[in-house]
């Protein structure tokens, strides 16, 4: 039996709801052509209407209440010479764990039917990456048929919401306004520890004799879109952080995590309306989760009276007011728009005999239990592709790769969990003036430093990885060098 806690909304008032607002920015072409670029914005409940698996976790979590709707929400960009078309972007932001290259498949069919005008092509969606999000495939985990909502039927379900979500957006351009900005907030911590022996682990202990200290670098900015209408009201923002938002991953409930907390401060600010679109930078190896001084901070969240997502929450709201502050007195209304699509080719990570052996007895271990399923399925990957090497050469990954070029700033997206310290080698070298970074732009899979790889452990390690240090860094090269292909020196 479906319930709905106190101050919760039940998952038959969020279903099937729709708030569309809208949003423009006029701007010039790359070349420096005037050029007006329409822009419209959307959001769409994806919250399911009953009981549903939610996903993150190696068990099956049944969820049967709503702590916070899970949303998607849409920017629509095109620029226009006159009636020439120049470039076109629909951005579209989803709470989920990731994006399933099926679902993405789907939304472009259904927004191709309804938009034949528009390249599908530039469509694009993201993951919020929080874990209590509905599963969208079937298979992964071992879950009850009576009452539950399958995760083919979920993903059906989602593809018709975030395609609405993307016509809508698409019908509602008018000019506009744009600027940028950039604030700072401790929101993530680098997750892995690193013991004296070499190896590390994510969220291993660090009140240990053998502790020596966080492996990787850490990105505290905060990037910011705002958008605003010719007579400079706020109708739209997207917020830039190295951080997935994951800080009730264990919960059995529905739950958009810390992005709920923050668009619902900046739209008691700024209006019910406002658009918020939410981009997870470069953050694998990063997480709300506190690694040390953990009692002191508890004691001084407690002291303050707030809630671990209502605190991080205003965090990221103090580095956008700081973002504001700056971005508000610079409102562009003539910028070049321009948006590429690359594939790129990424050698995949090479299972060893040692590794494939492992998995197969870890199997043999966890298949005695239905309940380990989606622990089995991971390790059975592993061994899959190792028999692919064996049977012969293994193609690369093909990721398909998003650049966008707004005035003065970048945007680049990956489909990983990628380590941080790629996306800060990304912006270093982008000649952009600030580089936002958005991964899970896709299914997902950790990819790792050369580091971390040394070091092991969860996300570092076969198992997580599709993808190893070696093609990150051709991702790294590759992304920059699109980026840069947009800011001819000189």
């Not at 969020?14 to 809208?22: N, P, Q, R």
């Not at 609405?164 to 520890?193: C, F, I, S």
């Amino acid at each position: 039996m479906l319930t709905a806690k106190l101050s919760r909304p039940s998952f038959s008032t969020l279903a099937l709801g729709v708030a569309t607002v809208f949003v423009s920015v006029v701007v010039g072409a790359a070349e420096s052509r005037a050029a007006e670029l329409h822009v419209g914005g959307a959001t769409v409940s994806i919250t399911p209407d009953r009981p549903v698996a939610i996903a993150g976790q190696m068990r099956t979590r049944i969820a049967r209440d709503v702590e916070s709707p899970v949303t998607a929400t849409a920017l629509a960009l095109e620029s226009k010479e006159g009636d020439k078309v120049l470039d076109q972007a629909i951005m579209i932001s989803c709470d989920l764990v990731a994006i399933e290259s099926a679902v993405l498949a789907q939304v472009r069919r259904r927004v191709k039917e309804r938009l034949p005008d528009l390249d599908s092509q530039k469509v694009l969606l993201n993951a919020t990456h929080t874990h209590t999000a509905p599963v969208m495939t079937e298979g992964d985990y071992e879950i009850p048929k009576d009452g539950i909502m399958q995760p083919a039927e979920y993903a059906d379900f989602l593809a018709s919401q975030v395609a609405e979500a993307a016509v809508k957006a698409w019908q509602a351009r008018k000019p506009g306004r744009v600027g940028w900005g950039l604030g700072h907030a401790v929101v993530a911590q680098n997750r892995r520890a690193i013991y004296a022996d070499g190896h590390a682990q994510m969220y291993g202990a660090t009140n240990l004799a053998s502790f020596r200290g966080i492996e990787g670098s850490e990105d505290q900015g905060v990037e910011v879109l705002f958008f605003w209408n010719p007579e400079g009201k706020l109708l739209a923002t997207a917020i830039n952080v190295a951080c997935p938002s994951q800080e009730v991953e264990g919960l059995s409930a529905v739950n958009a995590d810390f992005w709920h907390e923050v668009r619902e401060t900046l739209r008691s600010k700024h209006g019910k309306d406002l658009l918020v679109l939410a981009w997870t930078g470069a953050a694998g190896d990063q997480s709300p989760h506190l690694m040390y001084r953990t009692r002191a901070e508890e004691r001084m969240r407690t002291l303050r009276g707030l809630t671990r997502l209502k605190e991080l929450a205003t965090r990221i709201v103090g580095a956008w007011d700081e973002a504001y502050e700056g971005a508000r007195k610079e409102q562009k209304a003539d910028v070049p728009l321009v948006h590429k699509v690359a594939t790129i080719k990424l050698p995949v990570r090479v299972v060893t005999d040692a590794e494939a052996a492992e998995a197969r007895s870890k199997i043999e271990t966890l298949s005695k239990d239905p309940l380990n399923r989606r622990s089995v399925v991971w390790h059975q990957e592993v061994v899959d592709r190792y028999e692919r090497q064996k049977a012969g050469p293994v193609d690369p990954f093909a990721m398909e790769l998003h650049v966008i070029r707004l005035g003065d700033i970048a945007i680049a997206t990956n489909v990983f969990e990628l380590f941080t310290e790629y996306g800060i080698q990304i912006k270093a070298r982008s000649r952009a003036l600030q580089t936002f970074i958005i991964q899970l732009a896709g299914p997902g899979s950790y990819l790792p430093t050369e580091r971390a790889a040394r070091g092991g452990g969860y996300s570092a390690i076969v198992e997580s990885n599709l993808v190893g240090p070696e093609g990150g860094q051709v991702l790294a090269d590759q992304t920059v060098n699109l980026i840069n292909s947009l800011w001819p020196e000189g």
